[in-house]
């Protein structure tokens, strides 16, 4: 195999990984808001995956606003959604009971921009720093 499609391969591999751990942090918050709603706290926890992604040689991340946020999710969940600029970070809130699957799809759109979700009872919501620190 010559080098440059091993270097290919690498990469591919590198991306996978990457979107595995994105599916399995969105995997976690799920279980995670499943457990609160129905207020299991004895549960055990979900098993932790080491998958450690590297971004692209050269990637570089401008500062985020409301906007691009806003506009990363599709108009059927963006209008289940409250957008707040909160300094440093922007703040996700649903408007609404989202259902397991539209916070499945809100989770992973927000893990894709390198945000989290915060667990906070009536005022859980996503989090979205403008800049990634």
């Known amino acids: 195999m010559s080098e440059e499609k091993l270097e290919k391969l690498v990469e591919k591999v590198e991306e996978l990984l990457g979107v ?12 995670s ?11 055990q926890p979900a098993p932790q ?3 450690v992604a590297t971004p692209p040689a050269g990637a570089h ?3 985020k606003s409301i906007e691009d ?7 059927d969940l963006e209008n289940m959604l409250n957008f707040e600029d909160k300094g440093d970070y ?6 609404q009971f989202l259902g ?5 799809r809100i989770a992973s759109t927000v893990r894709g921009m390198g945000g989290e979700y915060i667990s906070a009872g009536r005022d859980s919501h ?8």
């Open 20 to 31: 595995l751990g994105k599916i399995s942090e969105d995997l976690r918050t799920v279980v």
């Open 33 to 43: 808001s499943m457990k609160s709603t129905m207020g299991s706290q004895t549960a």
């Open 100 to 104: 397991s699957e539209n916070f499945a």
């Open 61 to 63: 991340e401008k500062k």
């Open 90 to 95: 922007i703040i996700v809130k649903p408007k």
């Open 126 to 133: 996503f989090r979205i720093y403008k800049k990634k620190t």
């Open 69 to 75: 946020i806003r506009i990363a999710f599709p108009e």
């Open 49 to 51: 995956l080491a998958v």
